[in-house]
């Protein structure tokens, strides 16, 4: 094995493990998605549970039960922490820089593209972030990427179909045992797309295509059984209506439903590398008629197969079209391959490096401006500093690369955007984990005292509160179905539904929003006593004690 191989993929397992694991237990469990899942396997733990997720006691059917498998275990393995909720996302995104790498290796025969490919996806903003959060999507999208290395393995090494269609198949089962049928669903587009673009759907005439299909139904199908014979139609409508149909047709998130919204998020999430993206996509679409290749049409398809899944659909959140980000970063490292060795793109790459980091250097100032803006967020003006020179600095070296025409040295250093933002945050935590986390909040609210003790809480942070202090909750909310998928959980959307939930306790604890802690002063500081405890980021923590009779 050549030298320079294995230096780069240690180059790349260090990078992740900075970039992914390094930090993971700064930040508290967010409202209300990570404590969603944190909440479902902490449940499963304590019911000695493996096959129905759980949550306020109650079987939920939101996701199949994988994610919730390796929390479970990371749970039991090593107790449960942010880190250790974090831990397998955590992995995933490190495997998936792996699997992009060889991906590339094959089907661009090019170590270099390979190499840079996976440096722009583990590098690209919005794929790290998700790979330090606890959400299904990284792992659901690292399945479907090892599905299509599987299927180009087969592609490029004719004689190992045995093995391509097996493994294809393999992790297609488990990406449908993370996020449900549409971990079949989108490999296997992109899969026939690819193959009708190049006029070879023979691929397809193979026995072993037949094995792996029945070893999908072997892995995928016996936990929908076993769910659909123990509840039956709950988990039909549950599961298949409410959260894949009702989805599509209803936007769970109004302001993300426009046709935008994706383009969007797909030009944004690949900062630092945004500009060289759109460089990449006019240049692949210039020689659409012309000089393209295979790896071309698979990148295609991959990312037409995710868009037509989810474009159309009214339910728009950002985390959905995480799949095709693989795909987007064999595009520009494969763009930035061609770019650094053909001599008549070092004039685009010039320019295109000079743009990226004069961008940064202006973000970099930019950061000193909005903290005027948002400077309640943050209390010590010392992580502006650092962010801002730490940006600066990083144009200022990479601007210097560039005059001396070092270009690849220059991309390894715009590379590296996102460890000043990643540490920048690791020193404001203090200040924002009370306004994305319910942990803070419910340290002010005592162990369960005799008699039923029932927490008001905010839509946002029902599971946070209810995971971290084990009380049930009701949510305060006005609007009529606060909850996109029902729980069973009160809620209380009236101020009469107010009053009566505090006159049946003697004292209640609540974690609310500054309009709900008005709504209670105004309308019950006759009869209760109301104590303010804290304000914690949006949060209002309360004490109301029903007064006591002269």
């Keep these: 094995m050549r030298p320079y191989f294995l230096k780069r993929i240690s180059i790349l397992f260090l990078l992740c493990y900075s970039l992914f694991l390094f930090g993971n237990s700064v930040f508290s469990l967010t409202d209300p998605d990570e404590a969603f899942y944190s909440l479902t396997a902490h449940e499963m733990v304590a019911h000695h549970e493996w096959m129905t997720p759980l949550i306020f006691g109650q079987p939920q059917f939101e996701k199949p039960p994988l994610t919730y498998w390796l929390l479970e275990t990371a749970f039991k ?158 988990f039909i409508h549950e599961f298949f209506y409410n959260d894949h149909w009702r989805r599509f047709l209803t936007a769970e998130h109004r302001s993300n439903d426009h046709w935008f919204f994706y383009p969007l998020t797909m030009v944004g999430g690949l900062f630092p590398w945004t500009i060289f993206l759109v460089a990449a996509c006019v240049d692949l679409f210039k020689r659409l008629k012309s000089s393209v290749a295979g790896m071309d049409y698979l990148n295609l398809s991959w990312i037409l197969s995710v868009l037509l899944v989810f474009q159309f659909a009214h339910s728009k959140l950002a985390s959905y079209i995480l799949p095709l980000f693989p795909a987007m970063a064999l595009i520009t490292g494969n763009f930035l391959g061609n770019a650094l060795s053909q001599i008549q793109r070092r004039g685009t790459i010039e320019n295109l490096l000079f743009s990226t980091f004069g961008v940064l250097g202006v973000l970099g100032i930019v950061v000193i401006a909005a903290h005027k803006v948002y400077h309640h967020y943050i209390l010590s003006m010392m992580p502006v500093y650092f962010l801002s020179g730490a940006l600066i600095a990083l144009a200022g070296v990479g601007i210097t690369l560039t005059l001396k025409e070092q270009f690849e040295r220059a991309l390894y250093v715009l590379a590296l955007t996102l460890f000043p933002l990643f540490f920048t945050a690791f020193m404001i935590s203090g200040d924002l984990d009370g306004y994305v986390s319910s942990r803070e909040a419910s340290s002010y609210i005592p162990p369960l005292s005799a008699g039923h003790q029932m927490v008001l809480t905010s839509k946002n942070n029902a599971r946070g509160i209810y995971y971290y202090t084990g009380q049930d909750v009701a949510v305060v909310d006005s609007s009529a179905n606060p909850f996109f998928s029902p729980h069973p959980v009160p809620i209380l959307n009236t101020p009469q539904k107010v009053e009566d939930m505090l006159a049946t306790q003697r004292v209640t604890y609540g974690v609310i929003r500054k309009a709900a802690y008005q709504d209670i002063l105004k309308k019950c500081s006759k009869s209760y006593h109301i104590a303010l405890l804290a304000v914690i980021g949006y949060d209002y923590v309360v004490r109301v004690e029903r007064a006591k009779k002269a």
């Design 77 to 234: 393995t090593w107790g449960e922490s942010p880190f250790t909720a974090r831990f397998f996302p955590a992995i995933f995104a490190t495997i998936g820089v792996m699997a992009i790498y060889f991906l590339a290796l094959m089907g661009f025969k090019d170590e270099r593209k390979a190499f840079l490919s996976a440096i722009v996806l583990a590098t690209s903003g919005f794929y790290a972030a998700m790979g330090k959060m606890v959400f299904t999507d990284t792992i659901f999208t690292v399945f479907i990427l090892l599905a299509m290395t599987m299927f180009v393995f087969g592609y490029t090494y004719p004689r190992r179909q045995d093995v391509s269609f097996i493994g294809f198949y393999f992790f297609c089962a488990l990406a449908t045992l993370t996020k449900g049928p549409l971990g079949l669903v989108i490999p296997q587009m992109t899969v026939i797309l690819f193959l009708l673009y190049q006029r070879q759907t023979a691929f397809l005439k193979n026995w072993y295509l037949l094995a792996g299909l029945f070893l999908y139904l072997v892995i995928a199908l016996p936990w929908y059984v076993l769910i659909y014979d123990q509840y039956g139609q709950a």
